[in-house]
């Protein structure tokens, strides 16, 4: 069975950068671990702007597909969760009058997302310590990004999700991640 561990935090927070920290450091201990990055960043750049919250669906299906591709390792890391882009539909809509195409489609993403919470044995969240920089391909700014990190807490808070917020360098993250998965018995 995969234990699946996901990262979370809003865009630019590194948690790309700690994923990729994370497998490093767990091939290193010999450990069979798969990772995959967010889906939603290559759609970004293949598609551009995400217009609608009907888009969240493919975001969604993009997500799942590559978490699955993941069940042949004994550790699965992901930058993203399937339930995050329930996160982000109701985030797009805001506080603006919803059509009742949008709440439907809201309704079906929080059905997905509290289907799929259970999947993950570890959800992690990372804070913005590092400070925000445009990468070309995002399009939040950093108020923005803050407040989709405070969208994401919020939801995992409302759901009574259990999450470990990681700080510090990259590799102290990483570390501290792997101490409480319980690996740190296969470190050096």
């Not at 201990?29 to 702007?49: F, I, Q």
């Amino acid at each position: 069975m995969t234990t699946r561990i996901a990262i979370l935090g809003g865009p630019r927070c590194g948690k790309t950068t700690l994923i990729q920290q994370l497998y490093v450091d767990m091939k290193i201990m010999g450990l069979n671990v798969g990772c995959a990055s967010e889906y939603s960043t290559d759609y970004l750049r293949d598609k551009g702007m995400i217009e609608s919250i009907a888009e969240q669906y493919g975001i969604y299906l993009g997500q799942q597909r590559i978490e699955d591709d993941l069940g042949i390792f004994d550790y699965a890391i992901t930058d993203y969760a399937t339930f995050v882009p329930y996160v982000y539909g109701r985030f797009m809509l805001g506080s603006k009058k919803r059509t009742k195409k949008e709440i439907e489609i809201l309704k079906d993403l929080y059905y997905l997302a509290l289907r799929d919470i259970p999947k993950y044995d570890h959800i992690f969240f990372v804070p913005r310590e590092f400070g925000y920089s445009k990468d070309g391909v995002r399009w939040q700014d950093e108020d923005t990004a803050i407040r989709v990190d405070e969208a994401i807490k919020q939801f995992l808070v409302a759901e009574n999700v259990p999450y470990t917020v990681v700080e510090g360098s990259t590799k102290e993250r990483a570390k501290r991640i792997i101490e409480i998965v319980g690996l740190e018995s296969n470190l050096e």
